[in-house]
């Protein structure tokens, strides 16, 4: 029972919390992200940027496993009452659930469940993905990145190289943060990483996609699927292939490199280009909401991989680049007519 109850608060942790942060965007001076998609995507970035910058803290402050999860539950809670808050006061609960298309919802149910299915029966321990190891370190020896996952050695009897190997995790600490996780429900870590995470994160996967399918077919429901389905064939490749870690989303779609260039780098795309199909004009990129999406966007991408803020960085540089074009652009042709 206890068990169930565990699992129960993680799921709201990682599927509900998501888009009641979510929410809070709406209370910006724009229309853009107030779809429960949306909600869900970018109260997901935002989590995930939130814990980033108090890790660290964390490293730098040599704090243990169970301080960082005290802080980080407290930072949850308060997540909790002020989205919930803000949600009952601008709008009503029943609008955040409700059902507008119940073929949809079966649709979407049925294929999430295929995919878990693929993605439980095919989740392999790969020699060159460590995630299970390093979780399972910082959670027995209630440390952040002081041990070695491989050897067991501590800082203090590695090598300069093998050193370097630990600051290289530390600059992408996404498995200090499955392993607050783990050290708040007490779960065995290796259970957590490849049976919970992805329930978890599969479906943020999935709306990534879903939101790109938006973005470029509109309200073509079958272009919408057709789209979809050859995206998550693609991505099976992988599983008859010998692709590199980061591809795999279907073995390890909890590794930091494939939640980064699978799922947190398009919906970076997307964020930087908006939800209308059109380039963002150039005064967008002024607006402190536009602002906020980049820092929440390259905070949540360092979370993940060591150079995920350089690589967010870049696109929101290529699509100001792009819209100071435009801007020329129509500029010159304006002229160009007038005279």
């Known amino acids: 029972m206890l068990t169930i109850l565990k699992t129960v608060i993680l799921a ?28 869900y995507l970018i109260g997901s970035l935002t989590i995930w940027a939130l814990f980033y910058g108090l890790a660290r803290i964390a490293l730098d402050g040599k704090w243990t496993l169970t301080k960082l999860t005290k802080v980080f539950c407290v930072l949850l809670a308060v997540l909790t009452i002020l989205s919930t808050g803000v949600i009952i006061y601008r709008w009503h609960m029943r609008e955040l659930i409700r059902i507008k298309s119940r073929t949809s919802l079966l649709f979407t149910a049925v294929a999430a469940v295929l995919i878990l299915a693929v993605a439980g029966g095919f989740a392999a321990n790969r020699t060159d993905e ?173 979370l993940l991989y060591e150079k995920g803020f350089f690589f967010v960085t870049f696109v929101w540089g290529v699509a100001l680049a792009a819209a100071l074009i435009k801007r020329w652009r129509d500029g010159g042709s304006l002229s160009t007519v007038k005279k």
């Open 130 to 302: 460590h995630t299970v190891e390093q979780v399972m370190t910082m959670y027995m020896t209630d440390s952040l990145y002081e041990y070695d996952a491989m050897t067991g050695k501590s800082r203090a009897d590695m090598m300069d190289f093998e050193k370097e190997t630990l600051d290289a995790q530390k600059a992408a600490p996404v498995a200090a943060y499955y392993a607050v996780y783990v050290r708040m429900s007490n779960l065995h870590p290796a259970k957590f990483v490849r049976i919970l995470l992805p329930v978890f994160l599969l479906p943020f996967y999935m709306a990534v996609y879903a939101a790109w399918a938006e973005y470029l077919f509109e309200r073509d429901t079958k272009k919408k699927w057709c789209f979809q389905i050859v995206v998550w064939l693609l991505y099976a490749v992988s599983l008859i292939a010998d692709w590199s870690v980061a591809f795999g989303l279907y073995q390890n779609c909890w590794n930091g490199e494939t939640l980064f260039f699978l799922g947190e780098l398009p919906l970076t795309v997307l964020l930087a280009l908006g939800e209308k199909k059109q380039l963002r004009e150039i005064e967008a990129f002024g607006q402190p909401y536009v602002i906020l999406y980049y820092v929440v966007s390259a905070a949540a991408g360092q």
């Open 12 to 39: 709201f942790a990682w599927l509900v919390l998501p888009i009641l942060v979510g929410c809070l965007f709406g209370l910006l001076p724009h229309r853009e992200y107030r779809k429960r998609r949306s909600a």
